[in-house]
């Protein structure tokens, strides 16, 4: 199966404020018909190869996804039980730098209450870092070629991973962590996802201040998928 939904918040709010007038309210079908609530079901849903693709404020998702869940309760009160994996290779793609993570393992838990499952999942993304290297020659006794130095850009590929485990109910007590091959602290593995600089090398101003833009955008975005 296939499930499509914009999460552009942004592009909603002015959509709305263009055609208000168009939009007419639509009584929930609880409110018209109360006795359907009550009615209760036990079904398993699984399945395999079920896509989401949606845009966010962010950037887009490309996720394939295995069912294996049992949905209990009511109408009124529906319940999830189970597991939703995300399958290695989905993409999640930060667009404000272009920048695509590749989904290596993940899934979404649920015991009960559907908006309070348990995230936890990683990606990957590789960043080409352009560093320098300088070759020096020194005379001996003043015999030979004079002192030079030359630099040339060398690019190597940094391997960056991001683990978020955590409450998708609240994405403040999500965890996020960072790791790279080659080894780099977090500031500098935040400033190659942002800017593809370390924080050394990085001559922007604000960069410190605004690193932390990408685990609150990546902590919203599965809070509202969810």
């Known amino acids: 199966g296939q499930y499509t939904r914009n999460f552009d918040v942004l592009g909603k709010v002015i959509g709305g404020v263009r055609a208000r007038e168009l939009e007419d309210y639509t009584e929930p079908l609880l409110e018209r018909v109360p006795w359907i609530g009550a009615i209760r079901y036990d079904l398993a849903v699984r399945g395999q190869n079920f896509q989401v693709l949606s845009r966010l404020p962010f950037g887009r998702t490309d996720l394939d996804l295995g069912l294996d869940t049992r949905l209990r309760g009511s109408i009124a009160a529906p319940e999830l039980f189970g597991r939703v994996d995300v399958m ?48 020096t020659s020194l005379t001996t ?23 978020i485990s955590g409450p998708l109910d609240d994405p403040r007590r999500l965890v996020i962590g960072l790791s790279s091959v080659p080894s780099y602290d977090q500031g500098d593995i935040q400033s190659l996802i942002l800017t593809g600089q370390l924080l050394t090398q990085s001559s922007e101003q604000g960069t410190r201040a605004s690193i932390n833009v990408l685990t609150d955008d990546l902590a919203q975005a599965f809070s509202d998928m969810v």
């Open 88 to 135: 290695p290779g989905s993409l999640l793609t930060y667009s404000v730098v272009r920048r695509d993570f590749e989904v290596t393992e993940g899934s979404i838990d649920f015991n009960g209450a559907i908006d309070k499952a348990w995230l936890s999942l990683q990606a990957r993304t590789e960043i080409p870092l352009e560093t320098s290297s300088t070759a």
């Open 141 to 163: 006794l003043g015999i030979g070629p004079n002192l030079s130095s030359s630099s040339a850009g060398q690019v190597t590929k940094v391997t960056v991973t991001i683990r």
